[in-house]
């Protein structure tokens, strides 16, 4: 049986845009002095300076890719698989659709629109993460990070926790690279952090790897989500 979202971890802030939406925060569990990196792949390609700064210095992550990422990205899905000691892989959607009911848009993305369209995004994101991995997903991550009320109580009934943040490292991967490492670096135990591993073409993802290194440099303990919030048994 699958579980429903648990927000005994996560504070649920009113977004400032959407003002009855949600917008996830997250950290880990309370003692963790580990930092949580996870990355979105929501379409395009991937950027080999991240991921092969993960690898390089064997940092644990959880990637959160859509059904059209992963279409697209064949080789580095087979570079994932064979790296599966590292990588946590999750659910941003199957189309990298907002789930939101209340507003046509949300960061100039046109929102699911209503549940039906919610409950689309959500299971043909974990079916493509299924399919691809022979692993079913446990997160899953909406396009914008935001969240109408309602798709929030339907994700949980569907079986799925909500992955949230605490340190938006790059926002959406528009930041100059020096300003992203240098939040990176910045980061306190406990944080889980958000950037994205599918702008290669964009100064980001250098800031990102530097980030990284900076933590490992630091001794930083790394930890995917699945190992700090464990599936409840029982």
């Known amino acids: 049986m699958r579980f429903l979202v648990l927000f005994s971890f996560v504070a649920l802030a009113a977004s400032p845009v959407l003002a009855g939406d949600v917008e996830p925060r997250m950290v880990l569990p309370a003692g963790d002095q580990a930092v949580a990196l996870t990355f979105d792949a929501c379409s395009g390609a991937v950027d080999s300076r991240i991921l092969d700064e993960l690898i390089a210095d064997r940092v644990p ?9 992963l279409k697209r990205n064949a080789a580095t899905v087979s570079l994932l698989l064979a790296h599966s000691d590292l990588f946590e892989i999750e659910n941003h959607g199957e189309n990298h659709v907002p789930a939101i009911t209340d507003q046509p848009t949300v ?14 995004e959500v299971l043909g994101g974990a079916a493509a993460v299924t399919a691809t991995f022979g692993q079913a997903p446990v ?20 079986g799925y926790r909500i992955a949230g943040y605490s340190l938006n490292a790059d926002v959406g991967a528009s930041l100059p690279a020096a300003t992203v490492s240098k939040r990176i670096a910045a980061a ?10 599918n702008h290669p073409e964009r ?14 440099a ?3 303990r790394f930890e995917r989500l699945d190992s700090a919030f464990p599936v409840p048994t029982g």
């Open 107 to 120: 960061f100039g993305l046109p929102t699911a629109g209503s549940l039906t369209a919610v409950s689309q």
């Open 218 to 220: 630091k001794g930083v």
């Open 188 to 197: 306190k135990p406990g944080a889980v952090i958000i950037a994205h591993i």
């Open 61 to 69: 992550a959880t990637l959160f890719v859509t059904h059209r990422w």
């Open 203 to 216: 100064p980001a993802g250098a800031g990102v790897a530097e980030g990284i290194r900076k933590l490992v």
């Open 139 to 158: 997160w899953y991550r909406d396009a914008s990070a935001r969240y109408s009320r309602d798709a929030v109580e339907l994700i949980g009934q569907l």
